[in-house]
């Protein structure tokens, strides 16, 4: 029998092509087909089959690769096992993908609405940016780090570029345990960028003070002194506080339980979530005023014909006995209380000379941080009760704090003295807003 003998496929110069390798005369450029880990077909274009040949300056840079080489990286994937198919995905597209998943009513660490908002960003800025058309497979980790430092020279800020890596860098790594890519571009620190984020700052004691005193004696504030006051002594983020009911106050034994948080989203409207993070789920001590705040809260809570009832944004579970209301008897939410902070911070520098600085809920949360720790609280305390993720790695190799050891700390245990403001509703001088139009 005679032996078959196959036929010998050559390219326009008379050079030999291997297996795979192909000419196409219509477009006038090689091919390479070959079969990615899983058995599937896939196919990689070049206009030049060596390195020895002419670069075409006058196409895309993808196309500027010979065809050999691109054989070699192929082959290198295809030994790591990397799935072509997802790895010609574009950033973009990645993104996309990736922030489905994590908005997916189905993943069990769905992300709170927060963050599922702030994904559209991110996705709007990846579409319209080049960066967001390449293939991910192609990008290497000092291309990632070249077009941040790109940014940050264009004009986008440090708090910007971190947000955009808090995304990009958990994508790739969705992407490397799909084996699309075999490394992730984003793993890098953020030492690379100049920090130009302007952080809001504590404000002193002295100014707290000041406020609160000014507040506690105002005619048109005064209803907002039990409010201020348990901020400026919690800790407590503002959405955590809107998202307080009677049952989680226990005045008795001076705990606060930080259960839920009162949100509100655009066409939702209000809702209530679960905490930040698995941390913001946690029991408060009280400082010493604290309870009566709650207790004077509770008092003038008004009566209401009917509690209103919010449901969160499933409809699946809902709250009601909320401790805070507008004067319109619905519950309060941060932009309330952001506008109530704003007006009497702003009727306090009209009539003194001495101005007080920016304060907001969140500056309150902050002042409570700062004086705690200028005062001494120990640092795995101080993580405990603001509910923070961590702190430093030594405060995360600790599991748990009980509440007693909170309370021991926070109660003014041996020579302890963490109360920085006593709590105080008689007013000794009168405000000078008596003849103040007020309307909230």
């Not at 192909?22 to 077909?41: F, L, M």
């Not at 890098?188 to 100014?207: C, G």
């Not at 009917?306 to 579970?317: F, L, T």
Request: aromatic residues 12%; hydrophobic residues 30%.
């Amino acid at each position: 029998m005679r032996k078959t003998e196959s036929k010998v496929r050559r390219d326009p110069k008379g050079r030999i092509l291997r297996s795979g390798e192909y000419y196409d005369e219509v477009k006038q450029r090689y091919k390479y087909r070959y079969r990615d880990a899983k058995g599937t077909y896939h196919d990689v274009y070049a206009f030049r089959l060596t390195d020895k040949d002419p670069v075409p300056y006058d196409k895309p840079e993808k196309y500027r690769v010979s065809l050999r080489d691109l054989e070699k990286k192929v082959e290198e994937e295809v030994r790591k096992g990397i799935d072509a198919s997802g790895g010609r995905m574009t950033v973009s597209a990645l993104v996309e993908e990736y922030t489905d998943w994590r908005v997916n009513p189905r993943n069990p660490k769905r992300v709170k609405q927060t963050t599922e908002s702030g994904y559209g960003t991110v996705k709007n800025f990846l579409e319209k940016d080049p960066f967001g058309k390449r293939s991910i497979k192609d990008i290497s980790r000092k291309e990632a780090k070249i077009w941040f430092t790109g940014l940050q020279a264009d004009g986008k800020h440090y708090s910007s570029l971190n947000h955009l890596k808090g995304i990009l860098k958990p994508a790739f790594q969705y992407a490397l345990e799909s084996d699309w890519v075999s490394f992730n571009p984003f793993d890098f620190k953020m030492d690379v960028l100049v920090n130009d984020s302007h952080t809001r700052e504590a404000i002193s004691p002295r100014d707290m003070r000041r406020f609160l005193d000014f507040v506690k004696t105002s005619k048109a504030y005064q209803k907002y002194y039990d409010l201020m006051f348990i901020l400026f002594n919690t800790g407590l983020r503002i959405s955590e506080l809107c998202g307080l009911t009677l049952d989680a106050v226990d005045i008795e034994h001076k705990v606060i339980h930080v259960r839920q948080e009162l949100m509100y989203k655009s066409p939702i409207g209000l809702y209530i979530d679960t905490t930040k993070s698995v941390n913001g789920y946690r029991d408060v001590p009280m400082l010493d005023g604290v309870d009566v705040a709650f207790q004077s809260v509770i008092e003038n809570r008004p009566k209401l014909a009917k509690e209103p009832v919010i449901w969160d944004k499933d409809h699946e579970e809902s709250s009601s006995g909320f401790l805070f209301f507008t004067r319109e008897g619905k519950p309060m939410m941060e932009t309330d209380v952001d506008h109530y902070f704003m007006r009497a911070r702003e009727r306090f520098n009209t009539i003194y000379k001495d101005e007080l600085p920016v304060i907001t809920p969140h500056v309150c949360r902050h002042t409570f941080c700062s004086n705690m720790a200028t005062r001494g609280m120990p640092l795995l305390t101080l993580k405990t009760i603001m509910g923070h993720a961590d702190v430093t790695t030594t405060a995360n190799t600790y599991t748990h704090v009980g509440i007693d050891v909170l309370k021991d700390e926070m109660q003014s245990a041996g020579n302890k003295n963490y109360v920085v403001y006593a709590y105080d509703r008689e007013a000794e001088n009168p405000a000078l807003d008596d003849d103040m139009e007020y309307d909230d």
